[in-house]
C-alpha cells in the first residue's frame, strides 16, 4: 500500500542545506506493524512526515494504494490524508479545557458529519480505547497515558486504515507506555496498519519489523523474530469502531470511492 523510490529530503536553512533523507526505498503492505527506528536527527519524523502526506520529498516517488502522490493537488492531499491516514505524536496535541468527546468529534466536525453521528463515533473510539468513562473528562483532568488515549481515539474516528505514530510513549512512564503499545498491537490485530517512530529498541521490539535508519539512509530492515508485548487487558470496541462505514467514507472523503 505503500511505496516509495529514492526519496531524498533536502531542508533550505539559509545558506545551509540539511540532507534530512539521502535516498530512501521501501514497502510497506497491508496490515504491517512497523517500526521506523534510529537515533535523534537521523530522519525518523522526516520519514514519517513524508509517509503521512504531511510534506512533500525533495526528490523520488511516493505510491499510495498505487496513487502517485506528486501528482495529486494540495485537496485531494488533504482528502487522503484523512481517509487514510492518522496520526499520533509524542505531545498528545490535545485542546486545553476541551472534554475528551469533544477532542475526538473535532475531525468529525471538520468532515461534515451530524452532531448525532459525531457523538456516536467519538464515544465508541473512547470506548475502543479504554475511556469509556472518561469522556467529559479534560486534558488537565486526565493521566499522561490517558490524554495519549484521548489522542489514539481521536486518530481512530475516521477509521483511517493506516495509523502513524511519533514517539508515542516518549513522555509516558513505562506503565502507561505499555498500555499505548498495547493498544497498538490490537489496532494492528485489527487489520490497520501500523507505522510506528521511536528512538528506543526496546520499544521496536513490540512490532512485527524494524527498519533501522541513519543519516538519513535505511541501514537494516529486518523482521522482529517474536513480539515483546504480551497484552493482558483486552480493549473491547475496535472491530465496531470499523463497522457500518460507508456513510462516514462518502463524508470524510468528500467524494465518492
Ligand atoms: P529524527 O526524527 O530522527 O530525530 P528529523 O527527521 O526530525 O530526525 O531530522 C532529520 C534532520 O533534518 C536533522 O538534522 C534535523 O535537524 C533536520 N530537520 C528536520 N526538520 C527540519 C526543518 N523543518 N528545517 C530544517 N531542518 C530540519
Ligand atoms: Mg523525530
Do not use: W
Not at 509524542?90 to 459525531?118: C, D, H, K, W
Not at 498500555?179 to 521490539?205: R, S, Y
Not at 512490532?207 to 493482558?232: F, M, N, T, W, Y
Amino acid at each position: 500500500m505503500i511505496e516509495i523510490e529514492n526519496v531524498t529530503k533536502v531542508y533550505q536553512m539559509g545558506e545551509v542545506e540539511v540532507h534530512a533523507l539521502r535516498g530512501v526505498s521501501l514497502n510497506i503492505q497491508k496490515g504491517e506493524f512497523v517500526t521506523i527506528m534510529g537515533p535523534s536527527g537521523s530522519g525518523k519524523s522526516t520519514l514519517m512526515n513524508l509517509l503521512g502526506c504531511l510534506d512533500v520529498p525533495t526528490d523520488g516517488t511516493y505510491y499510495l494504494h498505487g496513487q502517485d502522490v506528486s501528482e495529486l493537488s494540495d485537496t485531494q492531499l488533504a482528502h487522503t490524508r484523512n481517509k487514510e491516514i492518522g496520526f499520533v505524536f509524542q505531545q498528545f496535541n490535545l485542546l486545553p479545557r476541551t472534554s475528551a468527546q469533544r477532542q475526538v468529534e473535532l475531525p468529525l466536525m471538520y468532515a461534515g458529519i451530524s452532531a448525532g453521528e459525531r457523538r456516536k463515533r467519538a464515544l465508541a473510539a473512547l470506548e475502543a480505547v479504554g475511556l469509556g468513562d472518561r469522556t467529559h473528562h479534560r486534558p488537565d483532568e486526565l493521566s499522561g497515558g490517558q490524554q495519549q488515549r484521548v489522542a489514539i481515539a481521536r486518530a481512530l474516528v475516521t477509521q483511517p486504515s493506516i495509523i502513524m505514530a511519533d514517539e508515542p510513549t516518549g513522555n509516558l512512564d513505562s506503565k502507561s507506555g505499555n498500555e499505548v503499545l498495547c493498544l497498538f498491537q490490537q489496532l494492528n490485530e485489527q487489520g490497520i496498519t501500523v507505522i510506528f517512530v521511536t528512538h528506543d529498541p526496546e520499544i521496536a521490539e513490540y512490532s512485527k519489523r524494524v527498519i533501522h535508519i541513519l543519516d538519513g539512509l535505511i541501514e537494516r530492515d529486518a523482521p522482529v523474530d517474536s513480539s515483546l508485548l504480551d497484552c493482558q487487558t483486552s480493549q473491547n470496541g475496535i472491530e465496531n469502531l470499523y463497522q457500518g462505514t460507508a456513510a462516514l467514507d462518502q463524508a470524510v472523503l468528500g467524494v465518492a470511492g
